[in-house]
């Protein structure tokens, strides 16, 4: 096990907890195929412990001021920005996610907690003027309770830290199961809060077998918040369990991001930048750009520009400087691209590169770009969640708009255009949780994060991030009989 892997615990009540008879399983790096250590599994009664861990904490973390939790979260951040070097690198030997983008990982979850320290401070109610002389009628904004989250594994921190640091800028308290594929990330994240004086049990990490834990976690009338990242199938589930109890969730779930080029920008430049895009984190992104819609007079030149940037990317070990891709983060994963791929191309399907697994050790699929697909081509309603471009022409702006909208996902879209009209057309028409025009680039701490149709719903980032572990409380207030 490579020395800077930390060793792997639960954290519960401000204790970190090893193995010490507990089931466990092995964490592999995605680059080698190789384990980099185990992990252990929460027992029930470790679960109990941290649901009555997080009930009691958020009896005082709530009235702690809003300045006092901002400080911790801004000293949280300090930490995080001060480890980056060697968080990246344990990010990338876990995910497998490149050195840079992993780095950058690191400094956006320390920038998250930074927008969220601040956004503490501003979690104004308000005064409605009365109606009657003597009253006083006031709206309180409190914190929701008890959050369950559960993360996935293609962004071990950032995810994690959005939910992390909207909950406890809110005075909630957080019970957290992460992916048990990538679990040094929020470990990290949990080691910064402790070293930044969190009291115990405001946060508890847990592990687990995810239908067990998550059903155990939403059933306690102790928990009072769910918020779930993941695939839409497993979304569906949390949600049924959520409503159950009557409990508000927020659900951010799959995607499969339309792009549409029009022939008013340069071709070459839009594909070297869509190119980009795609393969950042292997395109294990809810918000990768997928489908890309291109108009027929551009379509030939975008095809060529995208395959030749796509064939020049250096896929190598995360972990290494020189690579720009890295692999997929399973065995599964690999299978899962191969048999699209496969599909696509026996149903009639063009391949302008890749197609196939790289011959090395480790999860590695090469970076591939598909054209003139059938529509009875799997890919083309399957989300791939992997480097899998696919690329489509069209003629008017009414057939590209048809195009983007015809999947029930509707997480991220994206277009290409100078036409300052039909930025305001697509703004309106395109069904999408967010949007980015001439840009891939859409998560931010400050800004929204979340989408619409199967997607799901609410969101993360910016005010609404922190608002959704709120509750709105009206107070009416008469004079003394």
């Known amino acids: 096990m490579p020395s800077l892997y930390p060793e792997l615990q639960l954290y519960i009540d401000g204790e970190w907890l090893g193995a010490q008879g507990r089931p466990s399983e092995t964490v592999f790096n995605p680059s080698t195929g190789g384990a980099l250590g185990d992990l252990p599994h929460a027992t029930f009664g470790d679960l109990d412990h941290a649901l009555s861990s997080a009930d009691r904490a958020w009896r005082t973390w709530r009235a702690t001021t809003a300045a006092h939790r901002s400080g911790v979260l801004r000293q949280a951040a300090m930490l995080l920005r001060s480890r980056a070097e060697t968080l990246g690198a344990v990010l990338a030997t876990e995910q497998g996610k490149t050195l840079m983008e992993a780095r950058q990982e690191v400094l956006g979850s320390a920038e998250v907690f930074e927008w969220c320290a601040d956004e503490a401070r501003r979690l104004y109610g308000r005064v409605i003027p009365s109606r009657e002389p003597g009253w006083r009628q006031l709206v309180l904004r409190q914190p929701v309770g008890v959050v369950a989250a559960f993360t996935p594994w293609n962004f071990p921190m950032m995810i994690p830290a959005r939910k992390i640091a909207a909950s406890l800028a809110a005075g909630c308290t957080c019970i957290i199961k992460p992916s048990e594929e990538t679990p040094a990330g929020v470990l990290e994240i949990a080691r910064a809060l402790h070293d930044a004086g969190l009291p115990r049990g405001v946060l508890n990490v847990v592990f687990g077998v995810p239908a067990e834990v998550s059903r155990h976690l939403i059933a306690s009338p102790l928990v009072r918040k769910v918020t779930f990242t993941g695939s839409v199938p497993v979304g569906r589930v949390i949600a049924s369990l959520a409503a159950e109890q009557a409990k508000p969730a927020t659900l951010e779930l799959g995607g499969h991001a339309p792009v549409l080029i029009f022939d008013d920008v340069d ?116 989300e791939p969640f992997g480097p899998l471009a696919l690329v489509l022409p069209f003629d008017d702006e009414d057939e590209a708009i048809d195009a983007a909208n015809a999947l029930p996902y509707g997480l991220a879209a994206y277009a290409f255009t100078n036409d300052a009209g039909r930025i305001v057309r697509l703004s309106e028409r395109v069904e999408t949780g967010m949007l980015g025009i001439n840009t891939l680039i859409l998560a931010g701490a400050d800004t929204p994060f979340g989408g619409v149709k199967d997607s799901g719903y609410g969101s993360e980032g910016g005010m609404e991030g922190v608002e959704a572990y709120l509750v709105t409380k009206y107070v009416a207030q008469a004079p003394a009989p």
Do not use: I, W
């Open 267 to 382: 071709a070459e430049r839009a594909a070297r930048a869509c190119a980009t895009g795609k393969f950042r984190n292997a395109g294990q992104v809810c918000t990768s750009p997928t489908r890309f819609y291109v108009q027929r007079s551009a379509y030939a030149t975008f095809v060529e520009s995208f395959a030749r940037a796509a064939s020049s990317l250096a896929v190598g070990d995360a972990t290494d400087g020189g690579s720009t891709m890295g692999p997929l983060a399973s065995a599964r994963r690999v299978a899962a691209m191969q048999s699209l791929v496969d599909d696509a191309v026996a149903s009639g399907a063009r391949l302008a590169c890749g197609g196939s697994r790289l011959p090395r050790d480790g999860f590695f699929f090469a970076p591939t770009v598909l054209h003139e697909l059938p529509p009875s081509a799997r890919v083309l309603s399957e």
